[in-house]
């Protein structure tokens, strides 16, 4: 499903090279619940931005469902994302602007489906995640836990067989962190959802099938 | 997704009170002054009655006399036109006639004043007034130097009331005139026709204007076709190299024009001793006015947008990692601005409208009445819509190249 070569990445300034990442290959079976650990500033964000196709590695190569994606345009890259893939950020960032039902439509604008259709998937994916009561809400008007419910609808909404999870219970008390965690074990188990997920958190990391380790920018085990 | 769209930008520009405010009033205050100076120009040089034979009329309006030590302008005496401009080919009808000076009358002890202007009877024939009661003078009443006058409606109005004024006598800088004809108000924006009082230049108190090169009169020419405009303006000048000039003068320059040939004229930057055509700078001169006057708010819109986009780097970087390609995300900022331009645009009409109603009403320009040209609407929205444009497609085109990494941290570049 995910498997990265020899990655690695360096991020370049007038006068600093910075090393965030080097020789690292990992492979994500279909169906599998990763979490990625590591103190802070140790490249797994930077892992997570790279299987999410939000950046490019400097050597190595990144293959989705066998594909690499080293030649795909930004328009490919885009279309990939859209299909394939689900972001759950740790800030969570929904657009303050648009009712939660409109932030979970997100990901469906970018498919050319009609209105009805977008709609009745966006209702549906907010039913998983047990916020059908507050559709017509918006993001301020929510609590830090029903915030990353949204975020978490919007990221499954289109179906993604990948999910890809930033610190998603860095920013919840323990009870609604335990929330979050439930749903994302039931979107592994029933959808067979494929999920990384990076946290600093060894319980929630311990509820996951793999840990995988980063120091300083490489693999340890 | 257009829908989408456009329900966030109004979610947006509701959100933003302030940047929202900013730039409405840019877009609506550029649109509002384009819209009021185009119909005041409209107003100003558009054929409509009494000039509306204007594509065959030509006039000299401004006079310059010069030597080696002298610079006189003003507009043309008596003695240069009736000498030099009488029967100049392809001319159907020549009026002199002078420009308009303050009459004073009183009327039950109380002071009035009024436009007054001097005129042949050829002027009738050039022009076509609307008239509401009797006539024009004739060739007689000018010869004969007649005390006759031609009056305007608010003329009557004021001296007469609701009752008809013809054969009525009105006094003007202690003259009795016996009115012959009540004409529609003339707006005072048209300059050669503008008058509230017309009376024959003949009833002059002196004979001395007959001598003058330089005074108070202006020439109005009716061309036979447009084919002799030119030839007109041509032997005019050619005339002039024959005129008696005072002493210290060595040229004279007094082409026949168009109204706005003339308008053209008296710009700083025209060219005064030329006898051709200064259209071309006034045109140059306007356009660049006008680019300068619409840059302003371009610049000020790009900022703004630059600063009300960057608020929405995060939004950029979510959309970004769930699919939207670089060119969707331009759109969207573009329908943004796009509507924020036709709100302000709708917003400077009904100012247009407001602004034009008011200037009609205060009498600050008198006996005009405004109106506004749609076709100008038409190209202010079109105008409107390329500063919108302008101005959201390079903020647009930056924030939607963002690296998405780098838009989800709140827009830090590498």
Same mark, same amino acid.
């Given at each position: ?124 994916? !907010?039913? +998983? ?5 507050? $559709?017509?809400?918006?993001?301020? *008007?929510?609590?830090?836990? %029903?915030? /990353? #419910? ?36 039931? !979107?592994? +188990? ?5 999920? $990384?997920?990076?946290?600093?958190? *060894?319980?929630?990391?311990? %509820?996951? /099938? #793999? ?11 | ?414």
């Amino acid at each position: 499903m995910i498997r990265l070569q020899s990655i690695e990445k360096v991020y370049r300034t007038d006068r600093i090279e910075t090393v965030a990442l080097a020789d690292v290959n990992m492979e994500v079976g279909e169906g599998e619940f990763v979490s990625v650990m590591g103190p802070s500033g140790c490249g797994k964000s930077t892992l997570l931005n790279l299987i999410g196709l939000l950046d490019a590695p400097t050597r190595g190569t990144v293959q989705i469902n066998g594909t690499p994606i080293a030649t795909y345009r930004d328009r490919d890259l885009a279309a990939l994302r859209n299909k394939e893939l689900g972001f759950v950020f740790q800030t969570f960032h929904l657009v303050s602007d648009l009712s939660v039902l409109d932030n979970v439509q997100i990901p469906l604008l970018y498919r050319h489906m009609a209105n009805s259709e977008r709609r009745r998937w966006a209702l549906a994916a !907010l039913e +998983r995640v047990g916020l059908s009561a507050r $559709v017509h809400h918006f993001p301020s *008007q929510l609590s830090g836990g %029903q915030q /990353q #419910r949204v975020a978490i609808a919007r990221a499954i909404v289109g179906r993604p067989r990948i999910l890809l999870a930033d610190e998603p219970t860095g920013n919840l008390d323990s009870q609604m962190g335990d929330d979050v965690m439930a749903i994302l074990n039931t !979107l592994s +188990r029933e959808d067979k959802t494929t999920i $990384v997920m990076v946290t600093h958190d *060894q319980q929630k990391a311990d %509820q996951t /099938q #793999r840990i995988v380790r980063l120091f300083d920018g490489r693999q340890v085990n | 997704m257009f829908k989408h769209y456009v329900l966030l930008a109004a979610k947006v520009l509701q959100r933003r009170k302030f940047f929202t405010f900013i730039s409405l009033f840019g877009i609506s205050f550029t649109l509002l002054v384009l819209m009021v100076v185009t119909a005041m120009f409209d107003h100003s040089f558009a054929p409509m009655a009494p000039e509306s034979r204007q594509d065959l009329t030509l006039g000299v309006h401004d006079v310059v006399m010069y030597g080696p030590h002298s610079n006189w302008r003003s507009s043309g005496g008596y003695k240069l036109f009736n000498t030099y401009a009488r029967n100049l080919p392809g001319v159907e009808h020549l009026s002199l006639y002078t420009g308009v000076r303050a009459a004073h009358s009183y009327i039950d002890g109380q002071k009035i004043e009024s436009g007054l202007k001097k005129t042949d009877d050829e002027f009738w024939r050039i022009l076509e007034f609307n008239f509401l009661e009797g006539g024009p003078y004739g060739t007689d009443d000018v010869a004969g130097a007649r005390f006759v006058a031609v009056i305007n409606q608010t003329t009557r109005r004021r001296f007469f009331g609701e009752r008809p004024a013809i054969g009525q006598i009105i006094e003007a800088d202690g003259q009795r005139f016996r009115v012959v004809g009540v004409v529609a108000d003339v707006s005072e924006m048209r300059q050669v026709p503008f008058a509230d009082i017309w009376v024959p230049y003949t009833t002059a108190k002196t004979d001395a204007y007959k001598s003058e090169i330089l005074g108070d009169f202006h020439a109005l020419a009716l061309a036979r076709d447009r084919a002799s405009l030119k030839q007109i303006h041509d032997e005019f000048n050619s005339r002039l190299l024959r005129v008696e000039l005072p002493k210290g003068s060595t040229n004279i320059v007094a082409p026949f024009e168009t109204s706005l040939q003339s308008v053209a004229r008296l710009l700083p930057i025209a060219d005064s001793k030329s006898p051709e055509s200064q259209v071309g700078r006034f045109v140059a001169f306007v356009a660049a006015l006008a680019a300068l006057f619409a840059l302003l708010p371009t610049v000020n819109l790009v900022n703004i947008n630059i600063s009300r986009i960057m608020e929405r780097v995060s939004e950029i970087g979510v959309r970004k990692a769930f699919g939207a390609p670089t060119r969707t995300l331009i759109v969207q900022f573009l329908v943004e601005n796009v509507l924020l331009t036709l709100v302000g645009g709708g917003i400077g009409l009904a100012l247009t409208m407001v602004v034009i109603h008011a200037l009609n009403v205060s009498g600050i320009l008198q006996y005009t009445q405004l109106t506004m040209n749609i076709r100008v609407f038409v190209y202010g929205v079109l105008i409107a819509l390329l500063f919108g444009l302008i101005s959201g497609v390079y903020p647009a085109w930056r924030m939607a190249r963002l690296n998405p990494v780098d838009a989800l941290k709140g827009g830090v570049s590498r």
